[in-house]
């Protein structure tokens, strides 16, 4: 995911929180239709995701990734719960 944000332009930054690593990147410049529809086929990977348009802080993407090996029911549940 960071290599992908790298690639269209983004900034990311990681962060390791124990059970989960999480990808996020300021929006900085318009994205064009055809970038934004690999963001979110990139985005679909990761097991929450979402967009946050704050007038205080800009525009943010997020993606988090659980470090477990297998995906859990609880994960596979939350997969369905994506924001964009």
Same mark, same amino acid.
């Given at each position: 995911m960071a290599e992908f944000l790298s690639t269209v332009g983004f900034t990311p930054q @990681? %962060? !390791?929180h124990g059970d989960h @690593?999480? =990808?996020e990147a300021e929006v900085l410049h318009p994205v064009s239709s055809? !970038?934004?529809q690999e963001l979110v086929t +990139? @985005? !679909?990977k990761a097991d929450w995701f979402g967009l946050v348009d704050s007038s205080e802080k800009g525009r943010r993407l997020w993606a988090a990734f659980t470090k477990e090996a297998s995906v859990t029911a609880s %994960? +596979? =549940?939350r997969r369905q719960d994506h924001q964009l």
């Open positions: @990681l %962060t !390791d @690593l999480s =990808v055809e !970038d934004w +990139a @985005l !679909d %994960t +596979a =549940v």
